[in-house]
Structures are given as C-alpha cells and as structure tokens.
Nanobody, 124 residues
C-alpha cells in the first residue's frame, strides 16, 4: 500500500520561501513520475510542477516558472518543491501525487496515489 505524506507548509508573507517535502512509503518511487498539485478554495486541483521518474524531465505551470524548483531523491523516496518569492495567489492546499508511469505528465487524472495535503498560505 502506497502512502504519501507531505510536510513543510505554513503561513508566510509575500516574497518568502518554503520547501515542501513528500515522503513515500510502501513502494519505491524510482519507476514513477511524481508531482505537486495545488487546490485553492472553490477551485479544481491543478498541476503546479511534475517530474519524471529519473528527474531528467520536469514541468512547471506558467505562473510558477522561475520561482519554484521541483526535485526528487529516489534513494530517500522523497519529492521536494522549493518555492521562492511566494505570492498570495500561490495560496492553497498542496498535494503530492504518484503516477504509475515514468514519464512526466501534470494532469491530475493521471495520478493514482495522493497525500493528505499541506496548507500553504501567503499573505500580502
């Protein structure tokens, strides 16, 4: 049984940084693409950044390009998201997802396993 656990969220001011982590247990992540998704109140879950199984391919949603960096450590079964220069519109619950396939894809329906989410709130 795969379990994903996010950590690192919090309440920060605009311009601050946060680093999210997602630990996978029950299954090695080395053959799976991983991704970070955000869900704001009243909105659908959207892909923020995703990474292929090896880390060689990445995807960033346009609004976070140049500010967020996704990375992974397969030896530690851990996914990261470094978020710099945070903006109020980055506010939401951030979920970690695991895709059964290796290639990068950031459509939420492609992901089979999900964590419980971590709240990120950015004040202006």
């Amino acid at each position: 049984q795969v379990q994903l656990e996010e950590s690192g969220g919090g309440l920060v001011q605009a311009g601050d940084s946060l680093r999210l982590s997602c630990l996978s247990t029950g299954r090695s992540v080395s053959t799976s693409a991983l991704g970070w998704f955000r869900q704001a109140p009243g909105k659908e879950r959207e892909g923020v950044s995703c990474i292929s199984n090896s880390g060689s391919s990445t995807y960033y949603e346009d609004s976070v390009k140049g500010r967020f960096t996704i990375s992974r450590d397969n030896a530690k079964n851990t996914l990261y998201l470094q978020m710099d220069n945070l903006k109020p519109e980055d506010t939401g619950v951030y979920y970690c997802g695991l895709r059964r396939f290796a290639g990068v894809d950031c459509a939420a329906f492609e992901y089979t396993y999900w964590g419980q989410g971590t709240q990120v709130s950015v004040s202006s």
